[in-house]
């Protein structure tokens, strides 16, 4: 008895020494400490003139306010932390000069007039929002000239090197056409003289150096063999297929009122030639565009030339396997905007429109053929996003003689998989959130790349959500992960990215120079809020009913099916159809519904987050 009674005094005081040992749990963060730790940070980092000249210090500034709203978005400090998110990217937008920049300042504000009204914040942004309005009104221009850096000053020397060579070649061809005016070359037409005789020794036409990612020269000649094109009231793209890369060069023509010449826009491509059955003048006759035209501008420059009847910016690149070269045009009532060296001199930045119904792409047809309509503009951000996303466009992968990745299951196909998914995911869509959906193909067809996006354009897409699957060497690889388009930040990034462009690592390389003109105005922010909200879901719906997954984040990378993109895009890689466990779970029907579950769940929170209104269900008012 006295041993027992020594054995429970000895374990009791061991207890009482362990209790007393432990550390005191740390007191909660409150929302005003949580607000004044994110304010000490951005005060102490708005003194330091060297962290101030690089983005990713001002976005971790903007991203603890954000973080600090998110995990009390109806506290009293919420509205401080939006406040602060919102006139930190303002900031920063006056010295990046990026639009993306100021529309992500103004979405920040308005969410914080629809959320808080009862807030002394609400009048502060409201004040800046007026203030945005006034600057622009004042200017006449929405966006100020970027910092100059020594990498500018750099590129200013070269262009005038360039001129200068380019004013000698000028004075070369043109002596040349007064010797000889017929200028006989092979394949001469009447529409190659038009464009030799009229655009070849125009000197306002050498206004910037050439612009492509790769060459061809002292090869066999580039064949350029088709012209295609997909067009809206505010929107077209034109793209010029070739069968490989060489370089280019565009330069934009103003228009000519002593010759009741149009305002042009032409791509000369250097050791080229026409296809035998190239159709070389396609008539386009839409809001923006009166057709394009191609011609043998000398016997290795082959030249397309786009009459303009009114545009706002435009955009030029290429992508590789095949080579072809895109032309996005927007018109003024479009929001897409272009870098300034794109930009039509003396023309003015423009808001984003209210999206209205339009007409689906017939599939085999190049052009989607839009019924005529009167743009609505939305001057007010404020309402705008009070209508919240109402169309979206959902693309399947691959599809057609593209079978994409195959399975680890023997005739299982990366194609048919997301057909499938796709299709689930659309009836979840329209009966769940009520939006109109668009599918870029729903059937077994080959859609190329750059097709996928110019529909999302055309129809005036909300959102573009791309469904894949995914694929490594290693069978052992699982999970799932969505991207959305910017530079890759890993080389397991750039492996997917490679993959679904088939193309190499090294075009990966060379795109990302390209995309350093395009990213500028696109959709950055709003993709990576989307592509995060999808990303949580994915992972907190599927842990819940399956073993073994994994959450492999959001992440970014170049990918073509989101080039160009108008509005928020996203690519969701579901699984690996490479890895045993998750090849057999996709072709399932529960794991397809349950990823479309997911993600519908995934959107349903970022229209919250952007339109916190758009599922409210109002109470019928009374009668008598």
Same mark, same amino acid.
């Given at each position: ?12 005081? !061991? ?95 308005? *969410? ?19 203030? +945005? ?94 012209? *295609? ?140 053929? !839009? ?83 110019? !529909? ?158 758009? +599922? ?9």
């Amino acid at each position: 008895m006295k041993l027992y009674c020594k054995v429970v005094f000895s374990l009791l005081m !061991i207890s009482i020494v362990a209790i007393l040992c432990l550390p005191s749990p740390l007191p909660a963060v409150t929302e005003k400490q949580e607000y004044d730790r994110a304010h000490s940070y951005f005060e102490k980092f708005i003194k330091d003139s060297k962290r101030k000249q690089y983005r990713d210090n001002w976005m971790t500034c903007i991203q603890k306010f954000q973080a600090a709203y998110r995990r009390n978005p109806g506290g009293n400090y919420a509205a401080a932390n939006l406040f602060m998110a919102g006139k930190i990217y303002n900031d920063l937008y006056a010295l990046s000069g990026r639009l993306s920049d100021r529309k992500e300042s103004v979405d920040i504000f308005n *969410r914080l007039i629809n959320r808080h009204p009862k807030s002394r914040y609400r009048s502060k942004a409201q004040a800046v929002l007026r203030s +945005f309005e006034d600057k622009k009104t004042s200017s006449g221009s929405a966006a100020p000239d970027a910092v100059p850096t020594a990498a500018t000053e750099s590129a200013s020397a070269e262009r005038s090197v360039y001129h200068k060579e380019r004013s000698s070649r000028f004075k070369q061809a043109k002596t040349a056409f007064k010797a000889d005016t017929s200028n006989d070359v092979p394949g001469d037409d009447p529409i190659s003289r038009l464009i030799v005789i009229e655009e070849t020794c125009d000197p306002k036409a050498f206004s910037s150096p050439p612009k492509a990612p790769a060459s061809s020269r002292g090869g066999s000649p580039t064949v350029i063999n088709r012209l *295609r094109y997909w067009s809206n009231p505010s929107y077209t793209r034109v793209v010029i297929d070739g069968n490989r890369e060489t370089t280019y060069t565009p330069n934009l023509l103003k228009q000519d009122p002593d010759s009741d010449k149009p305002q042009r826009l032409y791509i000369d491509f250097e050791n080229s030639r026409l296809g035998q059955d190239l159709q070389k003048a396609v008539p386009i006759d839409d809001d923006l565009l009166l057709g394009a035209r191609a011609g043998q501008c000398t016997p290795d420059v082959v030249r397309v030339v786009v009459d303009i009847k009114s545009f706002k910016t435009y955009k030029v690149f290429s992508l590789s396997n095949p080579f072809r070269t895109i032309i996005d045009v927007w018109g003024k009532d479009s929001g897409e905007t272009a870098p300034a060296k794109a930009v039509a001199a003396g023309t003015k930045q423009t808001r984003l429109p209210h999206k209205r119904p339009l007409v689906a792409p017939k599939p085999h047809v190049y052009h989607a053929a !839009i019924r005529s309509q009167s743009a609505i503009t939305a001057n007010d951000l404020a309402k705008q996003f009070a209508l919240g996303v109402k169309r979206i466009v959902i693309d399947a992968g691959h599809g057609g003689h593209d079978g994409g990745a195959p399975g680890y299951i023997k005739g299982v196909r990366e194609k048919d998989v997301v057909l499938s998914i796709a299709r689930r995911l659309a009836k979840k869509i329209r009966n769940e959130l009520g939006c109109e959906v668009i599918m870029t193909r729903n059937s077994d067809r080959f859609l190329t790349l750059e097709e996928r996006t110019a !529909i999302a354009n055309t129809q005036n897409a909300d959102l573009f959500i791309s469904i894949h699957c995914n694929a490594s060497k290693s069978p052992r690889a699982y999970g799932f992960e969505t991207y959305y388009l910017n530079l890759a930040t890993d080389d397991d990034a750039i492996l997917v990215a490679a993959r679904e462009n088939a193309t190499s690592r090294k075009t990966i390389s060379d795109l990302q120079n390209i995309l350093n003109d395009l990213m500028q105005n696109s959709k950055i922010n709003e993709s990576s809020r989307l592509a995060t909200y999808v990303q949580n879901s994915l992972y907190s719906q599927m842990k819940g009913n399956y073993r073994y997954v994994s959450n492999k984040g959001v992440k970014q990378a170049p990918f073509y099916v989101l080039l160009g993109a108008q509005m928020p895009a996203i690519l969701v890689e579901t699984s690996f159809i490479s890895n045993e466990r998750e090849c057999k779970r996709l072709v399932t029907a529960q794991y397809q519904e349950d990823l479309c579950k997911a993600i519908v769940k995934g959107v349903r929170g970022y229209i919250r987050e952007t339109t916190p209104t758009a +599922f409210w269900n109002p109470r019928p008012s009374k009668k008598g």
